[in-house]
Antibody, heavy 116, light 108 residues
Framework: EVQLVESGGGLVKPGGSLRLSCAVS????????MSWVRQAPGKGLEWVGR??????????DYAAPVKGRFTISRDDSKDTLYLQMNSLTTEDTAVYYC???????WGRGTLVTVSS | SYELTQPPSVSVSPGQTARITCSGD??????AYWYQQKSGQAPVLVIY???KRPSKIPERFSGSSSGTMATLTISGAQVEDEADYYC???????????FGGGTKLTVL
C-alpha cells in the first residue's frame, strides 16, 4: 500500500522555523521527484517546491514566495522527504502536502499555523 | 512569474456539459494536468498530459488543449462532480510548477 505521511506541523511564531517530514512507503522513493504543495485556509493549491531524484541530479526548485527561506531535502536511506521552513510569516499558514504529482500520490497533509 | 488563469466558478445542471478553461502562455509547449479536490480531501488527478485519463476516472471527464488554453470537459456532469478543479503545468523552462487559481464547479 502506498503511503505518504507528513508530520512536523504545528503552531509557530512569525520569524520562527519548522521542519516538516514526509515518510514514504509502497513505491520506489529513490526514483521519485517529490514536491511540497500547500493550501492556505479557504484558498487554492500552491506549489512550494520540488526535489528531483538523485539519478536526475537531486536538484531543487522553489516557488518565488518561499525561495531563500525554505529548503527541500531528501534522505533516500530513510524514504523521507523534508521541508525546512525559516523566517516564517503569517502568509505561510497552510496545510502542507507532500506529493509526487506524477504519479498521483499525495499525503493527507500537515497544518502549519504561523501566529503570534 | 508564470501564471495559469482559470474562471473562479462554473455552474451547470445535472446532465449538462461543464467546461473549465485554463490559460497560460506556455501551454502550447507544456502539458496541462487537472486535479479535482472535494472539500476536506487531498486532490485527485483527473486528466494528465492534456487529454489522458487515469483508469479510475469516469469516462465523462476529458481534456483538450489548443494554443494557450487547456480545457477540462465533464460530459453529463453529476452532483458528485461538485468540487474545486485546478489545472497545473510548468513554465517554459520546466523550473517552476504552477497551479491555476482553481474553479469551483457547482452542479445543481
Amino acid at each position: 500500500e502506498v503511503q505518504l505521511v507528513e508530520s512536523g506541523g504545528g503552531l509557530v511564531k512569525p520569524g520562527g522555523s519548522l521542519r516538516l517530514s514526509c515518510a514514504v512507503s509502497g513505491f520506489t522513493f529513490t526514483d521519485a521527484w517529490m514536491s511540497w504543495v500547500r493550501q492556505a485556509p479557504g484558498k487554492g493549491l500552491e506549489w512550494v517546491g520540488r526535489i528531483k531524484s538523485k539519478t536526475d541530479g537531486g536538484t531543487t526548485d522553489y516557488a518565488a514566495p518561499v525561495k531563500g527561506r525554505f529548503t527541500i531535502s531528501r534522505d533516500d536511506s530513510k524514504d523521507t522527504l523534508y521541508l525546512q521552513m525559516n523566517s516564517l510569516t503569517t502568509e505561510d499558514t497552510a496545510v502542507y502536502y507532500c506529493t509526487t504529482l506524477l504519479p498521483d500520490l499525495w499525503g493527507r497533509g500537515t497544518l502549519v499555523t504561523v501566529s503570534s | 512569474s508564470y501564471e495559469l488563469t482559470q474562471p473562479p466558478s462554473v455552474s451547470v445542471s445535472p446532465g449538462q456539459t461543464a467546461r473549465i478553461t485554463c490559460s497560460g502562455d506556455a501551454l502550447p509547449k507544456k502539458y496541462a494536468y487537472w486535479y479535482q479536490q472535494k472539500s476536506g480531501q487531498a486532490p485527485v488527478l483527473v486528466i494528465y498530459e492534456d487529454s489522458k485519463r487515469p483508469s479510475k476516472i469516469p469516462e465523462r471527464f476529458s481534456g483538450s488543449s489548443s494554443g494557450t488554453m487547456a480545457t477540462l470537459t465533464i460530459s453529463g456532469a453529476q452532483v458528485e462532480d461538485e468540487a474545486d478543479y485546478y489545472c497545473y503545468s510548468t513554465d517554459s523552462s520546466d523550473n517552476q510548477v504552477v497551479f491555476g487559481g482553481g474553479t469551483k464547479l457547482t452542479v445543481l
